[in-house]
């Protein structure tokens, strides 16, 4: 079992932190009912954690993967951080008792699919169905307690789907988007990591932080995002299910709603173009423009999907031709851009060339394509989840080079 006190538990204290009188600490957990509120994380929903000003939730997916799993857990110890896990089902299956270790130091585990393959958006139902009972299965199998999973799912890329959130819904399993990313799936430097972390957090002043427990620059960035943490006075706050002896903690509906003091011109701003684009916001330093081309192809079908769909409602409708030329933002770009800058985006979508794809000519078709962020690629590198999550790329590649 999750050995998390419940609500209302006062802060941690330096001495509840033997050792590291510095520490961070978690300074309450927040405990939700899923069916309460199936979809949180205004990345993409209208609903996120019923966080105060100046609380923040650490989220880590795609393990685990001991090199950096290992990292990232002593990080936390020595800070007496909780954060919540979304285990990817291969990986417990390489690693199960990597898994053990994060219900061990009380890390709350949900699940992330069996596979991680990035068409959540648009595989049958049946198929979404399978890669989320097999992950769940590889998660449980690696636990002595089944019961220590937390019924919270977060799909692989974020591309989400109506369908596949309505059966998550109805199990009661609760789908987390995020609030900001810090776009550590990316190759940018632990520093920039540590920047876009603390930036993104700024402009809302709370909300769930989205980091990958698999990759060396997150656990480069981790201690010096604890220690701006700290240092602006920001807190912990650790996420566990209700269950039949641990009730919700009692929440007003406007808790799970952003604060609108929070919103910063810009972020108000942010929903004439749907999903992420904060991310690409005027008042973050732009990303390498040419390494969100990696998700261009994707984003589309996720309003289309929602339309209506409640949480949508708040989103704009697309333009046009999102609907008309579905799946072709991709095809745009080739059109509009050399063949290297194109071969250069694809590149990139596979995560495994050098900074340069961040300057192919493709950067004025990223611009006017500015919607689609960019999480579609928060999969982990080929290999860590297996070739599987990497193989749709190329295949879509050749299939619109074809046209
Ligand atoms: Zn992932």
Same mark, same amino acid.
């Given at each position: #079992?999750?050995?998390?006190?419940?609500?209302?538990?006062?802060?941690?204290?330096?001495?509840?932190?033997?050792? =590291?009188?510095?520490?961070?600490?978690?300074?309450?957990?927040?405990?939700?009912?899923?069916?309460?509120?199936?979809?949180?994380?205004?990345?993409?929903?209208?609903?996120?954690? /019923?966080?105060?000003?100046?609380?923040?939730?650490?989220?880590?997916?795609?393990?685990?993967?001991?090199?950096?799993?290992?990292?990232?857990?002593?990080?936390?110890?020595?800070?007496?951080?909780?954060?919540?896990?979304?285990?990817?089902?291969?990986?417990?299956?390489?690693?199960?008792?990597?898994?053990?270790?994060?219900?061990?130091?009380?890390?709350?585990?949900?699940?992330?699919?069996?596979? =991680?393959? @990035?068409?959540?958006?648009? #595989?049958?139902?049946?198929?979404?169905?399978? +890669?989320?009972?097999?992950?769940?299965? &590889?998660?449980?199998?690696?636990?002595?307690?089944?019961?220590?999973?937390? /019924?919270?799912?977060?799909?692989?890329?974020?591309?989400?789907?109506?369908?596949?959130?309505?059966?998550?819904?109805?199990?009661?399993?609760?789908?987390?988007?995020?609030?900001? /990313?810090?776009?550590?799936?990316?190759?940018?430097?632990?520093?920039?990591?540590?920047?876009?972390? #603390?930036?993104?957090?700024?402009?809302?002043?709370?909300?769930?932080? @989205?980091?990958?427990?698999?990759?060396?620059?997150?656990?480069?960035?981790?201690?010096?995002?604890? !220690?701006?943490?700290?240092?602006?006075?920001?807190?912990?706050?650790?996420?566990?299910?209700?269950?039949?002896?641990?009730?919700?903690?009692?929440?007003?509906?406007?808790?799970?709603?952003? !604060?609108?003091?929070?919103?910063?011109?810009?972020?108000?701003?942010?929903?004439?173009? %749907?999903?992420?684009?904060?991310?690409?916001?005027?008042?973050?330093?732009? %990303?390498?423009?040419?390494?969100?081309?990696?998700? @261009?192809?994707?984003? %589309?079908?996720?309003?289309?999907?929602?339309?209506? +769909?409640?949480?949508?409602?708040?989103?704009?409708?697309?333009?046009?031709?999102?609907?008309?030329?579905?799946?072709?933002?991709?095809?745009?770009? @080739?059109?509009? &851009?050399?063949?290297?800058?194109?071969?250069?985006?694809?590149?990139?979508?596979?995560?495994?060339?050098?900074?340069?794809?961040?300057?192919?000519?493709?950067?004025?078709?990223?611009?006017?394509?500015?919607?689609? !962020?960019? =999480?579609?690629? =928060?999969?982990?590198?080929?290999?860590?989840?297996?070739?599987?999550?990497?193989?749709?790329? /190329?295949?879509?590649?050749?299939?619109?080079?074809?046209?």
């Amino acid at each position: #079992m999750l050995a998390a006190p419940i609500a209302g538990t006062p802060a941690a204290a330096a001495a509840d932190c033997p050792g =590291h009188p510095d520490a961070l600490g978690t300074s309450r957990t927040v405990v939700v009912d899923p069916r309460e509120h199936p979809r949180i994380g205004t990345m993409q929903y209208r609903e996120t954690l /019923p966080l105060r000003d100046h609380e923040v939730v650490l989220t880590f997916d795609d393990g685990p993967l001991p090199k950096y799993s290992n990292q990232v857990l002593q990080i936390l110890a020595n800070e007496c951080i909780k954060a919540t896990f979304f285990i990817v089902g291969r990986q417990a299956q390489a690693n199960p008792e990597g898994v053990r270790k994060l219900v061990a130091a009380g890390h709350t585990v949900g699940t992330h699919s069996q596979n =991680h393959p @990035l068409t959540f958006e648009k #595989m049958p139902v049946e198929k979404a169905k399978a +890669e989320i009972d097999g992950g769940i299965a &590889s998660t449980t199998a690696a636990l002595s307690d089944p019961s220590a999973l937390a /019924p919270f799912f977060r799909i692989p890329g974020l591309l989400r789907a109506q369908g596949v959130e309505d059966l998550l819904a109805s199990r009661g399993i609760q789908v987390w988007s995020a609030d900001f /990313p810090a776009d550590d799936w990316r190759h940018v430097s632990g520093e920039r990591v540590h920047q876009l972390a #603390m930036q993104r957090l700024e402009a809302k002043g709370k909300g769930i932080l @989205l980091l990958h427990d698999i990759q060396p620059r997150t656990v480069a960035a981790l201690p010096k995002i604890i !220690h701006d943490l700290k240092a602006r006075g920001y807190r912990i706050v650790h996420v566990v299910p209700a269950t039949a002896d641990r009730p919700a903690t009692p929440t007003e509906p406007t808790e799970w709603l952003l !604060h609108p003091q929070s919103e910063s011109v810009p972020v108000a701003r942010w929903p004439k173009i %749907p999903n992420f684009v904060f991310a690409q916001g005027e008042p973050l330093p732009a %990303p390498a423009l040419a390494d969100l081309n990696a998700e @261009l192809p994707r984003q %589309p079908a996720l309003p289309r999907r929602s339309a209506g +769909e409640a949480d949508a409602a708040a989103l704009p409708v697309p333009g046009r031709d999102v609907f008309e030329i579905p799946e072709k933002s991709l095809a745009v770009l @080739l059109t509009t &851009s050399s063949r290297r800058g194109a071969t250069r985006t694809a590149s990139a979508e596979t995560g495994h060339r050098s900074h340069a794809v961040a300057r192919g000519k493709a950067r004025t078709p990223a611009r006017s394509h500015g919607r689609q !962020h960019a =999480h579609a690629a =928060h999969t982990a590198p080929k290999g860590t989840t297996g070739g599987t999550a990497a193989k749709p790329r /190329p295949t879509r590649l050749a299939s619109l080079k074809k046209r």
